[in-house]
T-cell receptor, first 110, second 112 residues
Framework: GESVGLHLPTLSVQEGDNSIINCAYS??????FIWYKQESGKGPQFIID?????DKRQGQRVTVLLNKTVKHLSLQIAATQPGDSAVYFC?????????FGTGTSLTVIP | NAGVTQTPKFQVLKTGQSMTLQCAQD?????MSWYRQDPGMGLRLIHY???????DQGEVPNGYNVSRSTTEDFPLRLLSAAPSQTSVYFC???????????FGQGTRLTVV
């Protein structure tokens, strides 16, 4: 099976600071990546995606960076807010299936 | 627009019992999938469907059956529940296999 891992299982940041969540993937053939946010008791919610023909993609307060050379994905959240506290998952698509990482728990300290 | 609706939200089963987890979407999505989420293991794909009448196995299909008779519905069946199936189950749908998925709120299943 695929292996999608996260460098840090937990991350605490001060409100207003920037957050960076990292993800390593194993299959160089993966061509599509998504970051999801999951709040307690809820289903995962789409944040941002990126395809393998891109290195960077920006959304509202979020940026995803893709480094295919080292098979690394990162999610940057600007000006982190208390509402950003959640578990963040990266997912890679290979063939017609997604493989999810184990998640990073982000805690925003007021 | 309800999105993806899962029922029930909570369920307790005895070992050996059977049940069906319901999933319905109103977005006319062709691709639907079922995941289980266990602590420390992330989401794992159980079964998926690329359209009505077509289903396939994911990463952890054993002990589960699915069918897709309509575009809207994708039920997951546990024929003989086992304690190892205690988990949180999520249904998801998307326009295609390589686009963002919309998830339901989940079903927390406990098998005793």
């Amino acid at each position: 099976g695929e292996s999608v891992g996260l460098h840090l299982p937990t991350l605490s940041v001060q409100e207003g600071d920037n957050s960076i969540i990292n993800c390593a993937y194993s299959n160089s053939a993966s061509d599509y990546f998504i970051w999801y946010k999951q709040e307690s008791g809820k289903g995962p919610q789409f944040i941002i995606d990126i395809r393998s023909n891109m290195d960077k993609r920006q959304g509202q307060r979020v940026t995803v960076l893709l480094n295919k050379t080292v098979k690394h994905l990162s999610l940057q959240i600007a000006a982190t807010q208390p509402g950003d506290s959640a578990v963040y998952f990266c997912a890679e698509n290979t063939g017609n299936q997604f493989y999810f990482g184990t998640g990073t728990s982000l805690t925003v300290i007021p | 627009n309800a999105g993806v609706t899962q029922t029930p939200k909570f369920q307790v089963l005895k070992t050996g019992q059977s049940m069906t987890l319901q999933c319905a979407q109103d977005m006319n999505h062709e691709y639907m999938s079922w995941y289980r989420q266990d602590p420390g293991m992330g989401l794992r794909l159980i079964h998926y469907s690329v359209g009505a009448g077509i289903t396939d196995q994911g990463e952890v299909p054993n002990g589960y059956n699915v069918s897709r008779s309509t575009t809207e519905d994708f039920p997951l069946r546990l024929l003989s529940a086992a304690p190892s199936q205690t988990s949180v189950y999520f249904c998801a749908s998307s326009t295609d296999w390589n686009t963002e998925a919309f998830f339901g709120q989940g079903t927390r299943l406990t098998v005793v």
